[in-house]
Nanobody, 123 residues
């Protein structure tokens, strides 16, 4: 069984910063990558950022255009954890932020979602 748990959400003023964490645990044979998505009220879930392991110490990061230059994704291999440092936050980025882990439990590769963490940006 696999668990994906996000943390670090909260209330912040516009222009402020937050750091989200996402930890994957349980029966993990191989972790391929992790990604952040967000869903605002009444809107569809959208991609924010991802980090993909390419083998060894190499990895690839991607960002939605709307967050480039303001958000940074990083990882801690020893903990199967990724972080999303968010800066210069805007009120329209108020949303539930979800983490997705793409991993192999030994029975095949699947994407596992966390329950989400609320980020509220006040104007």
């Amino acid at each position: 069984q696999v668990q994906v748990v996000e943390s670090g959400g909260g209330l912040v003023q516009a222009g402020g910063s937050l750091r989200l964490s996402c930890a994957a645990s349980g029966r993990i044979f191989r972790l391929y990558g992790m990604a952040w998505f967000r869903q605002a009220p009444g809107k569809e879930r959208e991609f924010v950022s991802s980090i993909t392991w390419n083998g060894g110490i190499k990895y690839t990061t991607e960002y939605a255009d709307s967050v480039k230059g303001r958000f940074a994704i990083s990882r801690d291999d020893t903990k199967n954890t990724v972080y999303l440092q968010m800066s210069s936050l805007k009120p329209e980025e108020t949303a539930v932020y979800y983490c997705k882990a793409d991993l192999d439990t030994g029975a095949g590769t699947e994407g596992y979602w966390g329950q989400g963490t609320q980020v509220t940006v006040s104007s």
